[in-house]
């Protein structure tokens, strides 16, 4: 914690003296150092703590380059929310390691959910079949596909039925519940094995169709995320692999948004107008969310006092619709097409550098339990709701996690599966 302080001082007074690259050079090398300290002790790849220190205090440092024209020099309090957002989470988790130990038992092996193999391969085809249902009801009453929609940038934030969209995109489970069906099951069965492929196929076909690259990406990623959680590795050939396999569906989903290098290049206002776009949208989907919270700070005029992060009981219940006034608050951002946010903007949007810090104690303390349970876990889709709380973990900088709707029905989709397996199981591991 000492080497993480210390650079953040360091980091500060670079910054403020205007050596951008040297403040955030500072801050990834300590986002590596706090990564490799967590695993060096745990030998676990996707452990919470250090995930988070990677990608958020990583971010941050990426964020610290300023290269776009859309960047300022952060407000005082914004460097000490984000300085306190990872203090709580980091010592809040060190307080449980220190109180009850991390151990938590010996790690379960796949052999050990024999049973198993049957409500997982159920569950695929109850959610795949909820999916493709909510994705053809939506298709029918809206009138088209945003895929096959061309020209227009924004088509696919229109594809959405209230309530209906929800279960359109729990597809993103279903790539995950195949991983731990085919650890268990090992291909022996031949002909759920090729219905179990067909279901992934279309899981990752409805984001395409909906032109989301986030809802595949994130498919792809729990399901990465889910298999290291089980097996404990991921081969680099296999992830090497992956990624280069998404890149060329990347660019297919960008061209068919309508988002084009003239129109990126225009947004993103880079300060080196010839920098490459594959350089350029990622840094700003990183960056931009930190610059985004600077403006909330400087331009909130009051909090909402808890209002925000309650955005998901809102909208699971309808109430949006009933009292309007709940939901109607202005998002700060640099720019109006730029509006992804860090995962702490709605904490300090409620209770300002209180709410930033409270949140990032609550984090730490779930991350420190989830830790501790991955390595007794009895029921596989255990496995699932680590890696779902280790993928927002690591796209801490993109979005409010916990605010979104789209994340809570996500669990208890989770949990309903939970209950599901242990009871088709009779119990005997859940």
């Known amino acids: 914690m000492s080497v993480y302080l210390i650079s953040y001082g360091a980091s500060f007074l670079f910054a403020r003296a205007g050596f951008y690259w040297l403040s955030g050079i500072i801050l990834i090398l300590a986002a590596l150092f706090l990564y490799w300290r ?31 024209e859309l960047s300022f020099d952060w407000n005082i309090i914004t460097w000490l929310c ?89 597809c993103v489970l279903v790539p995950a ?9 090992q291909g022996r069965n ?7 492929i067909l279901m992934d196929v279309i899981a990752c076909l409805i984001p395409i169709l909906c032109v989301s690259r986030f809802q595949l990406i994130l498919s792809v990623g729990l399901a990465v995320l889910t298999y290291i959680a089980m097996e404990h590795r991921l081969k680099i050939a296999y992830g090497v692999g992956l990624a280069i ?48 919270f600077n403006c909330l700070v400087e331009w909130l005029p009051s909090h909402t006092f808890g209002l925000r992060m309650l955005f998901p009981l809102w909208a699971l219940t309808g109430l949006k619709f009933l009292v309007p006034a709940l939901v109607d608050f202005p998002i700060y951002v640099t720019k109006e097409e730029l509006t992804t946010v860090t995962l702490f903007y709605d904490s300090f949007y409620d209770f300002g550098i209180v709410g930033v810090l409270l949140f990032g104690c609550i984090l730490g303390g779930v991350a420190f339990f989830l830790v501790r349970m991955v390595k007794r876990i009895r029921n596989p889709i255990g496995y699932l709701f680590y890696a779902q709380f280790a993928m927002y ?12 709707p789209s994340t809570w029905f996500y669990f208890v989709m989770t949990g309903f599966l939970f209950v599901f397996c242990s009871w088709k199981n009779n119990g005997r591991h859940g």
């Open 38 to 68: 967590d695993y060096r002790r745990t030998e676990n790849i996707i452990h919470l703590r250090g995930l988070f220190s990677l990608f958020w205090v990583g971010g941050e440092g990426i964020a610290c380059f300023k290269l776009s």
């Open 82 to 170: 984000f300085l306190v957002a990872f203090l709580g989470f980091w010592v809040t988790f060190e307080f449980f390691a220190k109180l009850q130990g991390e151990s938590g038992g010996q790690r379960s092996s796949w052999f050990s959910f024999k049973g198993y193999e049957r409500p997982l391969f159920l569950s695929m085809v109850f959610v795949t079949f909820v999916s493709l249902a909510g994705f053809i009801v939506e298709a029918a009453v809206l009138g088209f596909i945003p895929f096959f929609v061309k020209g227009v940038p924004h088509a696919y934030s229109t594809f959405h039925i209230t309530g209906i969209h929800y279960f359109t995109v729990s």
């Open 177 to 185: 519940l195949s991983v731990l069906y085919f650890c268990i099951e």
């Open 190 to 196: 031949g002909l759920r094995l090729i219905l179990a």
């Open 245 to 292: 396999g998404m890149i060329p569906i990347y660019v297919i989903l960008t061209i068919a948004r309508g988002h084009d290098v003239s129109y990126l290049n225009g947004i993103f206002q880079m300060k080196n107008s010839q920098m490459p776009i594959f350089i350029t949208q990622p840094y700003m989907y990183i960056a931009n969310n930190y610059d985004n």
């Open 393 to 404: 973990m690591i796209l801490s900088f993109f979005t409010t996690w916990f605010s979104n």
